[in-house]
């Protein structure tokens, strides 16, 4: 009696270590999915307000330009940017990821622009 139990314990045992992987690698297929998607979505804000760049007022000119920088910027790093986030596990958050990708495009080329006065 003692022995069926163990050995349907052990047969439970070994059924979720062999799907922990599977569902580990789904996990992590869907987060890189919520990425690509959440940088599309940014993409798309981005290029919207780029139009900001023909306006009377100097600081939406600059707005605009920003935006436009930070577009260019996402789209020709979209494939590194994902993997950055897998790799750190950023939460699935519309914040934490904005909040992410805003980090990269301020420490990386816009913040070079800016010092070196192209902006």
């Not at 959440?38 to 009377?56: G, W």
């Not at 993997?83 to 909040?99: D, F, P």
């Amino acid at each position: 009696r003692q022995m069926k139990a163990m050995v349907s314990v052990m047969c439970v045992v070994l059924l979720v270590c062999m799907l922990a992987p599977t569902q580990a690698g789904g996990e992590v297929q869907a987060r890189r999915a919520y990425y690509e998607s959440a940088i599309a979505q940014e993409i798309a804000a981005c290029r919207a307000k780029r139009e900001l760049r023909s306006s009377r007022s100097p600081n939406l000119r600059m707005k605009g330009h920003r935006e436009a920088s930070k577009a260019l910027f996402l789209e020709t790093h979209k494939a590194q940017l994902v993997e950055s986030m897998v790799a750190l596990n950023i939460e699935a958050k519309n914040y934490k990821v904005a909040r992410f990708l805003n980090d990269r495009f301020n420490n990386t080329c816009y913040a070079q622009w800016t010092s070196a006065g192209k902006i």
